[in-house]
């Protein structure tokens, strides 16, 4: 679902390498936890891969469509959230949900049906009638979630997605990914939690400085030591 | 104390102006330079160019002044200018610098007392104030200073005048904005008052307007001694509070001690108000401030009912994003404010001066209506309307509006092209809708046919198009998505220039054409269709480079 071959991207003309010959794969029904210290470059990578930034050689691949050559196509199969996303802060909710659905041409029927489900499991059906200036930050999160998800997409793109939801929302997400995945579909996020990678993931990337330095299941990463958990192999490759 | 002043000053002139980042830029991310010499060599050209014209002016009214025996009454005009400028833009940049900008959520916690934050913020408007001060002020105060026979202390006393000049405008403009916040119950909609400061600034503007043209034509001599009297009454009139420009004038012109007296009581004054504000800034201005904090909340759970309504149907992308358009323009107040206001009162201030000399009126007025000239009419009201349309900053802006949120355009499944389209259609929509109010009351008014106010509507809207596409392409070419407050995107953005500039550019262009067309008598219905078709001729070429840009440039822009 995602094949990312050699990419590269480096900020002001080439003296910050952010992503360095980033190779990596995810199959269908695979969550795949996306980590590394701050700075290691999770979040360009992502962003490259939504069509946010440019990169400066190599090829992306969501659902079969190549990012560079069918951009539009890519797009309509992958929902994104950003870290820290800046919203239309002077639509209502519903507008706002609305417009993604007519931008990513939801059919009528499926947008009523998965805009009443989300907005009950993430508990904004009341808030929904409001600009999305007076919601707090939980709310406006959950509000873009909403609509990165409303079109149904085969691949997902999240960038921390956790943080900032309350234990009630953030379970059901974790939940909703699961569900996801098992209907064969796709999830890549990004996170700081390792308890949520070591018990979510089917596979885990471990990026430092631009350059993926472990990749694999769980299993592999602890080669064969039962007792390693996640925090300590995470700080002995980062080291 | 001061220290710690200062140290808060430099930082926060270093956010507001951007040095840090500037640097940045240029060293750091090795941008290229030509664009930013670009960029200042436009400015430099259409700001001179307005320069000049007010050097123009200035020296006509030295001339006349001299002529009535009092040389000084430049210098009044200029402070006077100045000084109205100041408050009626400084009221825009208080409201925002001191109410709107995201830094508050950072300064508020620290432990810094309001007066010192408001005095920060004060001095950073002041700052960005001096540029439209010194344009105004040292060609009218060196005029005078070079040909009156002055000292050395005139030019002395002149340096503090004009470094003070802005001040009390500004002071004013900021306790009066200060109080406002703190004692009008504005909590409900923050709007309001980006509203209420257009609103005064508008009036002030047409008032001056009204008493400036409001002058009935003479000789030369007798114009100037009646601008000089109009000017004192202005002064008068808006009330003992603001005679600041006359006490600058009379410091420097009148000779020895009663110079320096006047002198001593503008700069007094000047620091009368900036210590009556930072007095009153310690008490009112982070109430105020506190209490503007909200949005409005209904909290309540929109019906199933409603709900299905507001979804229940589908458009297609392009209408979405144009719906989204026009719902994002029309919520943020000081857009509409600034598309709608300034493009209506143009053409009253243009027509100002026939309105108020009612023999003028009546001739111009005889001259429309007499079905000779009635083409004429049609064809110079149509160039006003769209002169007004030029000022228009949708277009221009409405890829920097999109700022922070930018990022949507790159992620969304719409290509480039048509996102621009909705862009298009939004502007050409409103701009249309401008030309329509606007030139039926004319039609009445010149008693223009109907058929012909048909062909000007459509003659108008294809010039609109066409215009907009050209404010489309400058703000890709150069969009500012940098901002916190909307008004700095639209306010702070030179594309609004440039697109003005190049909307004179196309009219003068289809005002040369017609009359050529009409010099080599050509009819008139054939004179409306060549000047569609040239309209077409040229919409057609931009359409394409428009999509071909933005083809581009929403690939270049990362967000
Ligand atoms: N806009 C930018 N301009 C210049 N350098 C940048 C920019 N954005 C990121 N970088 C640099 O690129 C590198 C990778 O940043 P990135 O945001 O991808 O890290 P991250 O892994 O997401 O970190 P975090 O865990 O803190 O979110 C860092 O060295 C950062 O300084
Ligand atoms: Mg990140």
């Known amino acids: 679902m995602i094949e990312i071959k050699h990419l590269s991207k480096s900020y002001n003309k080439g003296s910050v390498k952010a992503v360095d010959d980033l190779n990596l794969n995810v199959r269908p029904g695979e969550i795949f936890g996306f980590l590394g210290p701050n700075g290691a470059g999770k979040t360009t990578t992502i962003k490259m891969m939504v069509g946010l930034l440019n990169p400066d050689s190599g090829t992306i691949r969501l659902a079969g469509f190549d990012t560079a050559e069918n951009p539009l196509e890519a797009k309509r199969q992958t929902g994104y959230v950003p870290d820290n996303p800046d919203v239309y802060d002077r639509l209502t909710g519903i507008e706002y949900l609305n417009f993604l659905a007519d931008v990513y041409e939801v059919p009528v029927k499926e947008r009523c049906e998965r805009i009443s489900q989300l907005l009950d499991m993430f508990d904004l059906t009341d808030a929904v009638g409001d600009l999305i200036k007076s919601y707090s930050h939980g709310m406006k999160q959950k509000i873009v979630l909403t609509g990165a998800l409303l079109h149904n997409p085969a691949v997902w793109i999240l960038d921390e997605p956790m943080v900032g939801l309350d234990p009630k929302s953030s379970h059901l997400l974790k939940e909703y990914m699961r569900k996801h995945c098992d209907e064969g579909n796709t999830v890549f996020f990004s996170t700081h939690v390792l308890e949520v990678a070591e018990k979510l993931c089917d596979r885990i990337g471990i990026i430092k400085k631009g350059k993926l330095i472990a990749m694999g299941t769980m299993e592999e990463l602890r080669h064969g030591d039962q007792a390693d958990s996640l925090e300590n192999i995470f700080l002995e490759l980062t080291e | ?559």
């Open chain 2, 1 to 559: 104390m001061m220290k710690k002043f200062l140290s808060l000053l430099k930082t926060y002139c270093n956010i507001y102006f951007g040095i840090s980042s500037m640097k940045y830029q240029y060293t750091r991310e090795k941008k290229s330079l030509w664009k930013p010499v670009l960029t200042l060599a436009g400015v430099v050209v259409g700001i001179g160019s307005i320069i000049y014209l007010y050097c123009l002016m200035i020296s006509g009214i030295f001339r006349g002044a001299q002529a009535i025996g009092h040389p000084e009454i430049v210098l009044t005009v200029a402070f006077l200018l100045c000084q109205l400028l100041s408050l009626i833009f400084g009221i825009f940049y208080i409201i925002s610098v001191f109410y709107f900008s995201n830094d508050m959520g950072m300064l508020v916690p620290l432990p810094l007392r309001p007066g010192e934050v408001l005095g920060v913020k004060f001095i950073t408007v002041l700052l960005s104030e001096y540029p439209v001060t010194l344009s105004l002020l040292l060609p009218a105060f060196i005029l005078y200073g070079t040909t009156a026979g002055t000292g050395i202390w005139y030019w002395l006393k002149g340096i503090v005048l004009i470094v003070l000049a802005p001040v009390p405008p500004l002071v004013i403009a900021s306790i009066f904005v200060v109080l406002l916040v703190r004692f009008v119950n504005i909590r409900r909609n923050k709007d309001m008052l980006m509203i209420i400061g257009s609103l005064l600034g508008v009036f002030l503007g047409l008032g001056i307007n009204f008493v400036t043209q409001n002058i009935p034509e003479g000789n030369e001599a007798e114009y100037m001694e009646k601008l000089a009297r109009s000017s004192t009454a202005l002064v008068k009139s808006i009330g003992s509070r603001f005679p600041a420009s006359i006490w600058a004038t009379l410091g420097l012109s009148l000779p020895g001690l009663s110079g320096w007296g006047y002198f001593l009581l503008f700069v007094g004054f000047s620091l009368v108000l900036l210590a009556a504000l930072w007095w009153l800034g310690d008490r009112f201005f982070y109430k105020g401030y506190l209490s503007g904090q909200e949005a409005k909340r209904k909290g309540k759970a929109l019906s199933r009912q409603s709900m299905e309504k507001s979804i229940g149907t589908m458009s297609s992308p392009v209408s979405a994003l144009f719906r989204r358009e026009w719902k994002l323009f029309l919520r943020t107040p000081i857009y509409v404010m600034n598309s709608l206001v300034g493009v209506i009162i143009l053409p009253f201030a243009l027509l100002m001066p026939y309105l108020t000399q009612q023999g003028g009126l009546k001739q111009a007025m005889g001259y429309a209506r007499n079905s000779q000239y009635g083409f004429i009419a049609a064809l110079i009201s149509l160039g006003i309307i769209l002169f007004g349309s030029g000022m228009n900053m949708i277009s221009c802006t409405s890829i920097s509006r999109e700022g922070r949120t930018f990022w949507f355009s790159r992620m969304i499944p719409v290509s480039p092209e048509n996102q621009v389209l909705a862009k298009l259609l939004q502007s050409s929509v409103l701009s249309s809708v401008y030309l329509i109010v606007i030139a039926i009351p004319l039609a009445v008014l010149l008693h223009i046919s109907p058929g012909r106010l048909l062909a000007i509507v459509i003659l108008g809207t294809l010039v609109n198009i066409l215009m907009n596409i050209l404010g489309l392409i400058i703000d890709l070419l150069h969009p500012k998505l940098e901002w916190n407050d909307p008004q700095e995107a639209i306010k702070q953005n030179l594309n609004v220039m440039f697109s003005m500039l190049l909307s004179w550019l196309v009219i003068a262009l289809f005002a040369v054409s017609a009359i050529a067309l009409i010099q080599y008598g050509i009819p008139e219905a054939w004179i409306y269709l060549i000047l569609g078709l040239l309209a077409l001729l040229l919409i057609a070429p931009g359409l394409y480079g428009l999509f071909a840009l933005a083809r581009h440039r929403y690939r270049a822009l990362e967000a």
